[in-house]
């Protein structure tokens, strides 16, 4: 994963402020720790749990940061290191794959201008790959965010790519 | 922490393999084997840990089909027949063990624990033939962490008991069992090193671990190097604790190996100075009685708590920092040793001080103390190495005495009978911890032994806490409540200084399954002693203070 | 006329997700309505009598569970729906999450009201974040129409339902790593016994049913359990809903009564798959998600129930039928499954752990001209085997089920390379 210019800043994304706000928003509930993680990653803008984000749900929902830890790297979904403002998720199971899903995947490579795996110079776009998400009469399917593009032909990539790169939802409508 | 609750009103009647045994409800098939003298291998179990059923090796077919079972696992019942052998389960099992050995290192001749490896042993009892490796990721290199613990990641069977013994076990914590799949591993969150997490070097993890993933540093070639030097008096004290760990690795009957024959060999082998180390700790009971009395006189910061280890602070300060105020000196003799020896001793300055005992902690202790006095804090392991490099016969050496520890004249001060009694007390208990648990009435462990002692015609409570899982019970119990005693006592490991983190892996946790002291049985050395040395411990005590020594640890 | 059954999916794309009275059109909440005023027994009896199975993939009789469940004293009991749905090729919990939530959120209640349980969970895999912030709606109405929450319907009963994410892990799709995901922690299986039903929830009795399970179990109520049997296959009655993906001209979810069609129907039927795109021949499907059996054209004429797919040696699993023409390798396709396994293993047993990532290497290998010996296809059938009978959870005990059904189907595939077979002073082929 390429590392931008302010992981190395040890800036805490999103605030402390925010941190705590949604970890409040759930009663900070050691139940609910999943879910104010995913929250938090969220909210950093950059799709990671920052270590200091992670410290403080830590500290302030009583689960030793040991085992904070362990969910940050159990679960896939989760990154501890900053990735892009979206990041682009391309199913590599077999259904979608057996669908050529590497042709799309060249295709978004293209598009963003990098290699699976990375993430761009401006830290908006992160393209990786995940396992099945669900959607495998579509194949092959992409999920950026909470959500899924199937039936991806080059130009549905291309106008999806612009639109989450203009931050523009409704354009994606219908993709 | 699991210890064995067999229903003991309620028998079942089983068969293992065809031969018929009779047990305890809610005992496990792999206990009901053993009972009859069937033993199933096993790799991630752990009498004194809970049961994970992780490795797989242990499983076992019931009632001669269905889904195959895991015997640490699973409880008997009425009227199974278990096969434990069939062709399928030894197919399996080295199926499982040669997947264990597929990316696993071969160094063994130069690994810690070669001869003294689970995985070797399991690889050679279960007829492993074909391991070919199936492209493992680099895993990281080995590393000394604060010179104390020797993590080799590449070893790591994944079999995750150091996690356990640290979470369940110790309520320590310092370890995560982190990633998925083939990634899995275990260590400190985010790669931090031990140190700069909850981490306070009790060594359990490198007790409970099967191979040469963890082990207690070497620093025997160091050893050796300074037994060579002619400019210098190497000198050693050893506590009797570390006999029963140099007589399983030299297969020595055990109870052979006397103090006085390991003071023969350690002067052969270079130290031209063997003390006794019941005087340091006679002393260092002394010291920690003044504090004692002083807090007493005070009716401040009671309990005096007492960890085996400075290092053990660290605990206090994760989990109970409001208890930090409370903690005083752990009163290592070894230090003390190290620290008189150097002060009051005519060549001290030439003195090499060196300290054997079953703890991992107190070598961090010395590390930690740079420049600090004590040169060599030594585990069990090393004096093992020095022995088996030597070809020493232990069995065949005679006796000799102790070196005698000259002082100059004693300063006439009288003694204070209040400090010795005191010390009396401390020594009593921290000897106790030392020689491990001992079964109390009703066939239960004791984790917390009390102690009724008189000091100045005063009675007062004390107590003696084993493992460091025990004592965060402890203080969890009494979380917002005074703590009723006026001398805590906290040893790091659940089965005492003997099964300490320096002490032979093989050798610690079978006395809990057994509920006796299988390590010296029976043996008198490790019956407690009443302050030994008082006259001359008194002496040391008075001399060292008079010189400026400080003994605040 | 389509043989498909339209019962669970009835109104789909008429009816609105999150509107209770066109649910009620539908004859929503009716079996709810019965479940509140009859002996919880009787319901059980209707669903025993149903032969319904559970429909996550391991099929065990729902009937049994809930009798189970209902037998032990301990309280409070709760109500737990596995929609983590994350085997490749399925896609129908989606479908109803997404398209049909109160006949879910009916099902749990219905068995909410069966055990009077404290409360109900969804534990929805984190990819479907989407939908579970959708499924909210149907659970607003559902409270305002008084079918959640306190009283329902006057009963004096209290239930309500609570969405918990998952994060992006397969193996939560077994039920105990499911519980432990739910209580907030890594989401690896737990030994088993104690079972569920008596430690599962917070350590308290627990039911676990698949999404659609549940989503039967209202049809099972309104049509009575004997019809509900008549419906389907003799030992396993009622509907399933059916995901055909992969290399078929019309790929999605089917809902066809049980026993009533062959694979073979349900790939090329203009009704449902309609046939291989592009002129392309069928090579192989794989049935049940990764985790399932897969299977050469010898097997087509199988029909699709419980009973019939187990005698053929294969199996329904989760529902899911995925199709592959012969521009597919069937060393490359294995190598892509062995490699989600790898990937999804949670990694705390030796089987699983170890074996995964040596089937996918020995797969690799396979392709390599006498880059292994028999000896070695022996090892890896040996390693098959100790996955199968020895993994710690129903993860690893079926990761080598796909390998070990393509030796079967496809025994040339894991011969060609073999240095044994290789032709002499040259590589093979």
């Known amino acids: 994963m390429t590392k931008t210019p302010d992981a190395e800043a040890g800036f805490c994304r999103p605030s402390e402020e925010r941190v705590l706000e949604i970890l409040d928003s759930y009663g900070n509930d050691p139940q609910q720790l999943i879910a104010a993680l995913l929250d938090i990653q969220e909210a950093s803008g950059r799709n990671y749990v920052d270590r200091r984000a992670a410290e403080l749900a830590s500290a302030r929902l009583k689960v030793p940061l040991t085992q904070v830890y362990e969910i940050l790297t159990f679960y896939s979904m989760f990154a501890t290191e900053p990735r892009g403002r979206c990041v682009i998720e391309l199913c590599e199971s077999a259904p979608c794959h057996f669908q050529e899903a590497e042709r799309v995947l060249s295709w978004f490579e293209n598009a963003l201008d990098v290699k699976c795996g990375e993430t761009d110079a401006d830290g908006v776009f992160t393209l990786s790959r995940t396992s099945c998400v669900g959607a495998c009469d579509g194949g092959p399917a992409a999920r950026v965010g909470d959500e899924v593009f199937v039936n991806l032909t080059r130009d549905k990539v291309a106008r999806l790519v612009k639109s989450l790169r203009e931050d523009d939802p409704a354009s994606r409508e219908g993709l | 922490m699991r210890e064995a609750t067999p229903n003991t009103e309620k028998t079942v009647n089983l068969t293992i393999d065809g031969i018929p045994a009779s047990v305890p409800a809610g005992t496990s098939i792999l206990e009901a084997a053993r009972g009859v003298g069937v033993v199933i291998p096993t790799l991630c179990d752990r009498e004194d840990l809970p049961k994970r059923a992780v490795c797989r090796l242990c499983v076992v077919e019931c009632d001669g089909g269905g889904r195959l079972k895991a015997a640490c696992a699973t409880e008997v019942w009425e009227g199974v027949a278990v096969a434990t052998a069939t062709p399928e389960l030894r197919r399996v099992r080295k199926s499982i063990v040669e997947m264990l050995l597929a990316d696993h290192p071969r160094d063994c001749f130069v690994c810690p624990r070669n001869l003294n490896c689970e995985l070797q042993r399991l690889a050679f009892e279960l007829g492993a033939r074909e391991f070919p490796s199936y492209g493992k990721e680099l895993p990281p290199a080995p590393a000394v962490e604060a010179g104390t613990i020797a993590r080799d990641p590449a070893k790591c069977v994944k079999c995750a008991r150091c996690v356990a013994v640290c979470r369940e076990g110790q309520k320590t914590g310092a370890l995560s069992a982190s990633f998925r799949s083939a990634s899995f591993q275990v260590g400190p969150p985010y790669g931090d090193a031990l140190q700069d997490g909850a981490c306070v070097f009790c060594g359990r993890c490198a007790s409970v671990c099967p191979v040469g993933a963890i082990t207690a540093s070497d620093r025997t070639d160091a050893l050796e190097a300074a037994l060579d030097r002619t400019d210098a008096v190497p000198s050693a004290v050893f506590a009797d604790e570390v006999l029963s760990g140099v007589e399983a690795s030299r297969a020595l009957p055990p109870g052979s190996l006397t103090p006085l024959k390991l003071s023969t060999f350690l002067k052969l082998r270079g130290f031209r100075k063997v003390y006794p180390r019941a005087l340091f700790s006679a002393a260092a009971a002394i010291f920690k009685a003044e504090t004692l009395v002083k807090r007493l006189k005070d009716g401040s910061a009671l309990p005096f708590i007492s960890f085996c280890s400075e290092s053990s602070r660290r605990f206090l300060e994760i989990h109970f920092p409001d208890l930090l105020f409370l903690v005083g000196p752990s009163g290592d003799p070894g230090r003390l040793f190290s620290l008189s020896a150097k002060k009051l001793l005519p060549d001290g300055e030439k003195i090499l001080a060196a300290s054997f005992s079953p703890s991992l902690s107190k070598k961090r202790d010395a590390l930690k103390d740079e420049g600090g006095p004590l040169d060599f804090a030594l585990s069990v392991g090393e004096l093992t190495n020095l022995v088996a490099r030597s070809g020493a016969d232990l069995g065949k050496l005679a006796e000799s005495p102790y070196d005698p520890f000259p002082l100059s004249a004693p300063s006439g001060a009288e003694k204070d009978p209040i400090l010795l009694e005191a010390a009396g007390a401390i020594r009593l208990l921290d000897a106790r911890g030392e020689s491990g648990r001992i079964l109390e009435e009703g066939g239960k462990l004791g984790e917390r032994v009390p102690l009724e002692a008189a000091i100045g015609g005063r009675k007062t409570n004390m107590l003696l806490v084993f493992g460091l899982g025990a004592a965060h019970d402890l203080f969890t119990e009494f979380r917002g409540k005074p703590l009723p005693w006026s001398y805590l006592r906290v040893v790091n490991c659940p089965g005492g200084c003997v099964e300490g983190g320096g002490q032979d892996p093989t050798l610690v946790g079978k006395r809990l399954a057994r509920g006796r002291n299988v390590l010296k049985t029976p043996d008198p050395r490790l019956a407690i002693p009443p302050l030994p040395h008082e006259a001359a411990a008194w002496d040391l005590f008075r001399a060292f203070k008079e010189r400026g020594g400080v003994f605040s640890s | ?429």
């Open chain 3, 1 to 429: 006329m389509s043989r498909e059954k339209r019962l669970i999916t009835r109104g789909l794309g008429e009816a609105r997700p999150e509107s209770v009275s066109d649910y009620e059109k539908l004859g929503g909440f009716a079996a709810l309505k019965k479940a509140l005023e009859l002996p919880p027994e009787e319901i059980i009896a209707e669903i025993k009598k149903a032969k319904l199975l559970g429909r996550g993939g391991a099929a065990y009789p729902a009937g049994n569970k809930w009798e189970h469940l209902l037998r032990i004293p301990e309280r409070p009991k709760y109500v737990v729906c596995n929609a983590d749905e994350g085997e490749p090729g399925t896609f129908k919990d989606k479908l109803i999450l997404d398209k049909l939530p109160l006949r879910l959120v009916e099902g749990m209640a219905v068995a909410g009201a069966v055990f009077r349980a404290a409360g109900g969970y969804i534990y929805v895999r984190g990819e479907y974040r989407a939908i579970q912030k959708r499924f909210q709606k149907a659970l607003g109405s559902a409270r305002e129409a008084n079918y959640l929450g306190r009283n329902i319907l006057g009963s004096g009963f209290d239930f309500d339902i609570e969405i918990v994410s998952g994060a992006g892990a397969y193996v939560c799709g077994e039920n105990s790593a499911l519980l432990n995901s739910t209580e907030g922690r890594v989401g690896r299986p737990r030994i088993k016994p104690p079972h569920l039903a008596e430690v599962g929830l917070f350590q308290k009795p627990t039911l676990v049913n698949n999404v659609e399970t549940f989503a039967s179990v209202p049809l099972v109520l309104e049509m009575g359990g004997r019809a509900y049997l008549e419906l389907g296959h003799p030992e396993s009655g009622g509907t399933k809903l059916v995901c055909l993906s992969g290399h078929v001209k019309r790929p999605g979810v089917y809902e066809i009564p049980l026993g009533s069609l062959t694979l073979r129907e349900l790939i090329f039927d203009s009704d449902f798959g309609d046939g291989v795109p592009g002129g392309g021949a069928f090579k192989f499907g794989h049935l049940g998600g990764q985790s399932g059996p897969i299977f050469s054209q010898e097997k087509l004429d199988a029909v699709y129930s419980y009973a019939d797919l187990r005698k053929a040696g294969l199996s329904v699993g989760s529902g899911a039928v995925v199709v592959m023409d012969s521009s597919v390798s069937v060393l490359a396709y294995l190598k892509k499954v062995a490699a989600f396994f790898v990937h999804e293993s949670c990694g705390k047993c030796v089987p699983c752990r170890e074996g995964n990532r040596a089937v996918l290497k020995r797969l690799s290998d396979l392709e390599i001209p006498s880059a292994l010996s028999r000896s070695d296809l022996e090892d890896l059938a040996n390693i098959a085997a100790a996955m199968s009978r020895a993994s710690f959870c129903g993860l690893g005990q079926s990761a080598a089920t796909h390998l070990k059904t393509a030796w079967k189907a496809f025994p040339a595939e894991f011969e060609r390379n073999l240095r044994e077979n290789a032709a002499f002073g040259a590589g093979a082929r």
